[in-house]
């Protein structure tokens, strides 16, 4: 299984390929930034040019990625994913797996929506069709339905995932009875206490 890092690297790739493909194959400086875009990622990061540099160089040996060495008036090397090739992708399959790979397990709603620019779905159940066949081939898998979630979420199976978090509104009210009735209970052991106390001294009058 990839890492983190170059599930970002390759999703991010996938993504640019289709959103700017003037500015494709992307070089050094525009990859770290993809990386480390605000928006449409999940979860944030902020990587350096060394780091992003390892990780190509890792995709490279693997076979996922290769170089594009200046030409044509180019002055620098960029980088291009060979993901598709490698894995057999076709064009649906690899627009869900670069919004998965940048923004984390999601509902097939929001992957519809999030798929747009990189590939037309005519309907939910086109999406779950292409969701089913990444699963099938290993690459994606749907997860079990999480405390406060309404809809069933889908997550992609090719490199490791950040920490999911429960929503805040789900922790916290639990958190927070549980922290009330800790301090009920120190307190009326604490009654208890003062009340034996208490007791002994009106004894001893």
Request: glycine content about 4%; aromatic content about 2%; charged content about 25%.
């Amino acid at each position: 299984m990839l890492s983190i890092i170059e599930g970002r690297v390759l999703g991010c790739l996938l993504e640019k390929e289709r959103t700017v493909p003037d500015q494709y194959p992307l070089t050094l400086n525009a990859l770290v930034s993809a990386c480390n875009q605000s928006t449409s990622r999940d979860p944030l990061m902020h990587l350096d040019e060394h780091e992003v540099q390892a990780v190509v160089s890792n995709l490279k040996s693997l076979g996922l990625l290769r170089f594009v060495h200046p030409s044509h008036g180019r002055s620098v090397t960029r980088f291009r994913q060979v993901v598709d090739e490698a894995w057999d992708l076709d064009a649906p399959s690899a627009a869900l797996l670069a919004v998965l790979l940048v923004r984390g397990p999601q509902t097939v709603a929001e992957l519809r929506s999030r798929t747009e620019r990189l590939h037309p779905f005519e309907s939910h159940d086109e999406v779950e069709a292409e969701l089913r066949s990444l699963a099938a081939a290993g690459r994606a898998r749907l997860l079990d339905r999480q405390p406060g979630q309404k809809e069933l979420r889908w997550q992609q199976l090719v490199a490791e995932e950040a920490e999911q978090r429960l929503p805040a509104a789900v922790v916290e009210p639990q958190a927070v009875a549980g922290s009330m009735a800790d301090r009920v209970a120190q307190l009326e052991s604490r009654v208890a206490r003062l009340e034996a106390a208490l007791a002994d001294l009106i004894d001893d009058d």
